[in-house]
C-alpha cells in the first residue's frame, strides 16, 4: 500500500481527542512510508493529519477545490498541492491517487466522501479498502446505521462488510493491508438472496 486517502474535518472537533488522533494518524503514515492523500487544509483534522506526516518525514499530497483555497487555508508545506475546479473533481482525483481510504471524524464532506467510495466499491469502480477510525466511538451511530440497512433489507452484509472498522490505528492499517476484493451483487433478491 503505497499512499491511502484520508478523509476528515476542516474543524477540530470539541475534544482535543480529535486532533490528537489526526496527527497521530498522519505520523504513523509518515513513519510507515505511506504517502498521504487529503483534502489539502490546513485547518481542522486536515491540518492535523498533514502535519503529523509531514513531522515524520512522510510524503502529503493535497487535492483542494480553487473556491476552498482560501477558505480551507490550502497548506503550502505538502510536498503536492494540487488545485481542481470542483468537489467532484477533488473526490476523483484523491481516489486516483491512493490505493485505500481512510475516514477521521468529520462532518458533511466526510460523510459523503466515505458514503461514495463505499458506493463505488460495491458497484465495482474500484476495489480499494474503505475504513473509519473510530476515535472515541465518533463512527458508531453511522455503524448502526449501516446494520440497520442490513436487517431492513437494502444492504447486503457482504457489501456492508465492505467497510473496515478499528478504533486502534495500527491494527486498522495491518486490516487495511490484508484486505482482499471480493465479488458480489449490489441487489438483493435478483439471485434468490
Known sequence: MNAICVFCGANRGFSPVFASAAREFGAL?????IELVYGGGNVGLMGEVADGALAAGGRVTGVIPRALL???????????????????ERKAKMAELSDAFVALPGGFGTFDE???????????????????LDVQGYWRPLLAQFDAAVEHGFLRPENRALLLAEDDPRRLLE???????????????????
Open 114 to 132: 466515505l458514503c461514495e467510495v463505499l458506493t463505488w466499491n460495491q458497484l465495482g469502480i474500484h476495489a480499494k479498502p474503505c475504513a473509519v
Open 175 to 193: 486490516r487495511l493491508a490484508s484486505w482482499r476484493p471480493v465479488q458480489r451483487d449490489k441487489w438483493i433478491g435478483r439471485d434468490g438472496a
Open 29 to 33: 503514515l509518515g513513519a510507515r512510508g
Open 70 to 88: 482560501d477558505k480551507e487555508l490550502g497548506h503550502r508545506g505538502v510536498q503536492r498541492l494540487l488545485v481542481v475546479e470542483s468537489m467532484h
